[in-house]
């Protein structure tokens, strides 16, 4: 079985001292404790291999979003029209508090065991400003396919896909932190 994307591209022994460093101190730590360190590691080698690029730069702005309480029928015609998987629902002020997906129609329709689809409304985003790094995860190993961005108020500024992930990885630089497999 291959390994999850994330794990492929792993981290350095200088990336892991420069976490540890954070901690300016002998550890004495739980196996949480060192998952986190483990995880920040990660994140910072994903931010050595992209640098200073930041969401803001490939979302996708001012993208088609609900508000609590809009019809059935009006969401799935934006969501149509939108070409989209999932809209963003908004509370008062363009504040995030859910996702509507295409699998949460099909569990209002009745059909309820489809693998793959959960249907949780379970709400991740990222700030503007968050390095385009803390995706890497979210994506790859959480499954999230659609992550709503927001500004320093909490409110919606934008939504980032898996292949909009995908493509600026590649545009910037991502494709060449593999070293190819040599053939002989």
């Not at 490939?58 to 029928?73: L, Q």
């Not at 015609?77 to 509507?100: S, Y």
Request: with cysteine.
């Amino acid at each position: 079985m291959q390994a999850p994307p994330a794990q492929c591209l792993g981290f350095t022994k200088d990336d892991f001292d420069a976490v540890l460093r954070g901690y300016n101190e002998v550890l004495n730590i739980s196996r949480d404790d060192l998952e986190a360190i483990l995880e920040q590691t990660e994140i910072r080698a994903y931010q050595r291999r992209l640098g200073e690029l930041r969401c803001a730069r490939i979302m996708r702005a001012d993208p088609p979003a609900v508000v609590f309480g809009t019809e059935r029928a009006e969401a799935w015609a934006l969501m149509q029209t939108a070409g989209m998987d999932a809209l963003t629902m908004l509370g008062p002020g363009r504040h995030v508090i859910g996702m509507l997906t295409r699998a949460d129609f099909l569990r209002h329709a009745g059909i309820e065991s489809l693998h793959g689809l959960d249907g949780q409304l379970r709400v991740r985003s990222v700030g503007v400003d968050a390095p385009l790094a803390k995706l890497v995860p979210m994506m790859s190993e959480e499954g999230l396919r659609h992550v709503p961005v927001v500004d320093v108020q909490g409110r919606l500024a934008g939504m980032i896909t898996q292949p909009g992930l995908v493509a600026a990885l590649y545009k910037h630089g991502l494709r060449g932190a593999v070293a190819p497999t040599p053939v002989s």
